[in-house]
C-alpha cells in the first residue's frame, strides 16, 4: 500500500481527477485500443499501467476498508435491533409520535412490491432495447447490493447524517465480470449502468426513509409522503434527461477542459476515470495479484477488524468518549474526493465546528432555534443565486462572459491546476517496484 501511494504522492498533482501514465501525462486511453475500439492488450503493455493521484488512491484504500467495516460495525453494535426487527419484538413502548401517527392507515405492502415491479420491468426493457449490452442477471446483481448495504447504511444515516457509498463494489463486481464486447463504448456503458443502479437505488432508498421519518414526525401521512416521493422521481427522470439534453445543445463545449466555459463537469469526469480503471482496464489488471495497487486489497480484511477494539472498548468503559466514534463514518468521510477538494472539507468544517460545536454549547437556546433554519436559509440561497448566475452571466452568449475577479481564477494558481508534479519524471518512466 505505502508503496503505490509513494508513487502518486510524488509524481503526481495530489488532488486530481484524471489517471495518469509513468511519464507523468494524462492516461491516453487511445494508446490501448485498437482500430474496432476494442481494448488492446500487448499495447497496454507495451504503453504503461494506469497510475492513480493520490486522492484516488487513498479514496480507494478507505473504500475497499468501508465496504466491510461498515457490515461488521452494523453486526456489532446494532446486531441486537435487527434480531428484534426480524422477529418483529417490540422492545420498548410507542412514543407520542408513534400514538399519534397511528390516525392515518400505512402504505400497503402491495403498494411497494407494485412499484419494484414496474420499474424494475422499465429497468429490465431499458437495459435490453437500447444498447447497453447489460443482461439482466447483472442488473439484479445491481439491485442486490443496496439490499445487502440498506440497513448498515440506514442506521448510519440516521446516526451521523452520512449515507454510505457503494461506488467500490458496484464498479468491481461489474468489472470482474465483464463480458469481452465489441468495443470500449459497450464496456463503459456496461459497468456505469451497473454503477448507477446500484448507487442510486441505496442513495434514494435512504433519502426514502429520511423523508418518511421525516413525515413521522411532522405527523404527513405516510400515504401521502409515499405519493410525493413517486410522483417527484417520475418527474425528476424525466427533467433532468430533458435539461441536460437541452444543456448539451445549447453549450456543447460544456464539458471541454479545454474551453474557458464557466461551466465544468467534475463529476463527469470522475465517472470517465472510473469507467477507465473498472472497465477498460480492468479490476484484475489495476488491483490483481502483482498490479501496482493490489495492496490496496488487504484493506478490506483490515475493515473487518477496525470496529472491534472500539467496541471492545466500549463494553468496557460505557461512560468513555470512545462511544462517539464511528469507524464507518471515519473511513466514509473522504468518499466526496473526488472531485471534492481541500477547500470543500475546510470550509465544512470550520463551518461545523463553529454552529455545531461554539455555538450549540455557548448559546444552546439560540442554536436550538435558528441552527437549521439558518442551514436551510443558506441552501436556498444557494441554489437561488446558481440558477441566477446561470440565467445572467453562463447561459447568454454561449457562456463567453466572464468575471475577473480573484475568486474565478485563484484556483489556477495552484500546484494542482499547474500539474506540478513533487519530484521530476525520470527519462524512461517512474522506476518499477522490484519483483
Same mark, same amino acid.
Given at each position: 500500500?505505502?508503496?503505490?501511494?509513494?508513487?502518486?504522492?510524488?509524481? $503526481?498533482?495530489?488532488?486530481?481527477?484524471?489517471?495518469? +501514465?509513468?511519464?507523468?501525462?494524462?492516461?491516453?486511453?487511445?494508446?490501448?485500443?485498437?482500430?474496432?475500439?476494442?481494448?488492446?492488450? +500487448?499495447?497496454?503493455?507495451?504503453?504503461?499501467?494506469?497510475?492513480?493521484?493520490?486522492?484516488?488512491?487513498?479514496?480507494?484504500?478507505?473504500?475497499?476498508?468501508? /465496504?466491510?467495516?461498515?457490515?461488521?460495525?452494523?453486526?456489532?453494535?446494532?446486531?441486537?435491533?435487527?434480531?428484534?426487527?426480524?422477529?418483529?419484538?417490540?422492545?420498548?413502548?410507542?412514543?407520542?409520535?408513534?400514538?399519534?401517527?397511528?390516525?392515518?392507515?400505512?402504505?400497503? +405492502?402491495?403498494?411497494?412490491? /407494485?412499484?419494484?415491479?414496474?420499474?424494475?420491468?422499465?429497468?429490465?426493457?431499458?437495459?435490453?432495447?437500447?444498447?447497453?449490452?447489460?443482461?439482466?442477471?447483472?442488473?439484479?446483481?445491481?439491485?442486490?447490493?443496496?439490499?445487502?448495504?440498506?440497513?448498515?447504511?440506514?442506521?448510519?444515516?440516521?446516526?451521523?447524517?452520512?449515507? #454510505?457509498?457503494?461506488?467500490?463494489?458496484?464498479?468491481?463486481?461489474?468489472?470482474?465480470?465483464?463480458?469481452?464486447?465489441?468495443?470500449?463504448?459497450?464496456?463503459?456503458?456496461?459497468?456505469?449502468?451497473?454503477?448507477?443502479?446500484?448507487?442510486?437505488?441505496?442513495?434514494?432508498?435512504?433519502?426514502?426513509?429520511?423523508?418518511?421519518?421525516?413525515?413521522?414526525?411532522?405527523?404527513?401521512?405516510?400515504?401521502?409522503?409515499?405519493?410525493?416521493?413517486?410522483?417527484?422521481?417520475?418527474?425528476?427522470?424525466?427533467?433532468?434527461?430533458?435539461? =441536460?439534453?437541452?444543456?448539451?445543445?445549447?453549450?456543447?463545449?460544456?464539458?471541454?477542459?479545454?474551453?474557458? /466555459?464557466?461551466?465544468?463537469?467534475?463529476?463527469?469526469?470522475?465517472? $470517465?476515470?472510473?469507467?477507465?480503471?473498472?472497465?477498460?482496464?480492468?479490476?484484475?489488471?489495476?488491483?490483481?495479484?502483482?498490479?501496482?495497487?493490489?495492496?490496496?486489497?488487504?484493506?478490506?480484511?483490515?475493515?473487518?477488524?477496525?470496529?472491534?477494539?472500539?467496541?471492545?472498548?466500549?463494553?468496557?468503559?460505557?461512560?468513555?468518549?470512545? =462511544?462517539?466514534?464511528?469507524?464507518?463514518? #471515519?473511513?466514509?468521510?473522504?468518499?466526496?474526493?473526488?472531485?471534492?477538494?481541500?477547500?470543500?472539507?475546510?470550509?465544512?468544517?470550520?463551518?461545523?465546528?463553529?454552529?455545531?460545536?461554539? #455555538?450549540?454549547?455557548?448559546?444552546?437556546?439560540?442554536?436550538?432555534?435558528?441552527?437549521?433554519?439558518? /442551514?436551510?436559509?443558506?441552501?436556498?440561497?444557494?441554489?437561488?443565486?446558481?440558477?441566477?448566475?446561470?440565467?445572467?452571466?453562463?447561459?447568454? =452568449?454561449?457562456?463567453?462572459?466572464?468575471?475577473?475577479?480573484?475568486?474565478?481564477?485563484?484556483?489556477?494558481?495552484?500546484? +494542482?491546476?499547474?500539474?506540478?508534479?513533487?519530484? =521530476?519524471?525520470?527519462?524512461?518512466?517512474?522506476?518499477?517496484?522490484?519483483?
Amino acid at each position: 500500500m505505502g508503496y503505490s501511494l509513494a508513487w502518486s504522492l510524488a509524481y $503526481f498533482p495530489i488532488s486530481a481527477n484524471e489517471p495518469y +501514465d509513468l511519464f507523468g501525462n494524462v492516461y491516453n486511453i487511445t494508446r490501448v485500443l485498437t482500430k474496432e475500439d476494442r481494448f488492446d492488450l +500487448d499495447a497496454y503493455n507495451a504503453y504503461s499501467p494506469l497510475y492513480l493521484p493520490a486522492t484516488y488512491a487513498m479514496t480507494y484504500l478507505l473504500a475497499f476498508a468501508l /465496504s466491510t467495516c461498515v457490515i461488521i460495525h452494523t453486526l456489532l453494535y446494532h446486531g441486537q435491533s435487527l434480531i428484534n426487527g426480524v422477529k418483529r419484538m417490540k422492545v420498548e413502548s410507542d412514543d407520542i409520535h408513534a400514538k399519534l401517527m397511528r390516525n392515518y392507515p400505512e402504505v400497503p +405492502d402491495w403498494w411497494y412490491m /407494485s412499484a419494484f415491479v414496474f420499474f424494475f420491468c422499465m429497468a429490465v426493457i431499458a437495459v435490453e432495447v437500447w444498447s447497453t449490452k447489460v443482461p439482466v442477471y447483472a442488473l439484479v446483481l445491481a439491485l442486490l447490493l443496496p439490499v445487502i448495504y440498506i440497513l448498515p447504511s440506514g442506521f448510519i444515516y440516521a446516526m451521523t447524517g452520512q449515507g #454510505i457509498t457503494l461506488n467500490i463494489l458496484a464498479q468491481i463486481i461489474p468489472g470482474t465480470l465483464l463480458p469481452v464486447f465489441a468495443s470500449v463504448f459497450h464496456t463503459s456503458v456496461y459497468s456505469q449502468v451497473f454503477k448507477a443502479y446500484s448507487v442510486q437505488t441505496l442513495s434514494e432508498a435512504t433519502s426514502f426513509v429520511q423523508d418518511l421519518k421525516l413525515g413521522h414526525y411532522i405527523k404527513v401521512p405516510p400515504r401521502a409522503t409515499f405519493l410525493v416521493q413517486l410522483v417527484a422521481t417520475i418527474l425528476a427522470a424525466f427533467i433532468q434527461v430533458g435539461v =441536460k439534453t437541452w444543456i448539451f445543445a445549447h453549450v456543447p463545449d460544456i464539458c471541454d477542459p479545454n474551453q474557458k /466555459s464557466q461551466l465544468t463537469c467534475p463529476h463527469n469526469q470522475v465517472f $470517465f476515470t472510473a469507467s477507465a480503471v473498472w472497465g477498460l482496464i480492468g479490476p484484475s489488471r489495476q488491483f490483481g495479484v502483482g498490479s501496482i495497487y493490489h495492496p490496496h486489497l488487504y484493506a478490506m480484511v483490515i475493515g473487518v477488524f477496525l470496529p472491534l477494539p472500539f467496541w471492545l472498548w466500549q463494553r468496557r468503559y460505557p461512560n468513555s468518549w470512545i =462511544k462517539y466514534v464511528s469507524t464507518p463514518v #471515519i473511513l466514509n468521510g473522504v468518499s466526496g474526493i473526488p472531485p471534492a477538494t481541500g477547500i470543500n472539507y475546510s470550509s465544512w468544517f470550520a463551518v461545523g465546528f463553529i454552529f455545531q460545536y461554539l #455555538i450549540r454549547k455557548r448559546n444552546f437556546a439560540w442554536w436550538s432555534k435558528f441552527n437549521y433554519v439558518l /442551514s436551510a436559509a443558506l441552501d436556498s440561497g444557494t441554489v437561488i443565486s446558481l440558477i441566477f448566475i446561470f440565467f445572467t452571466l453562463q447561459f447568454p =452568449k454561449n457562456g463567453s462572459i466572464t468575471l475577473n475577479w480573484w475568486g474565478n481564477w485563484v484556483h489556477e494558481r495552484t500546484a +494542482d491546476w499547474n500539474r506540478v508534479p513533487f519530484l =521530476k519524471i525520470p527519462e524512461g518512466g517512474i522506476p518499477q517496484r522490484s519483483s
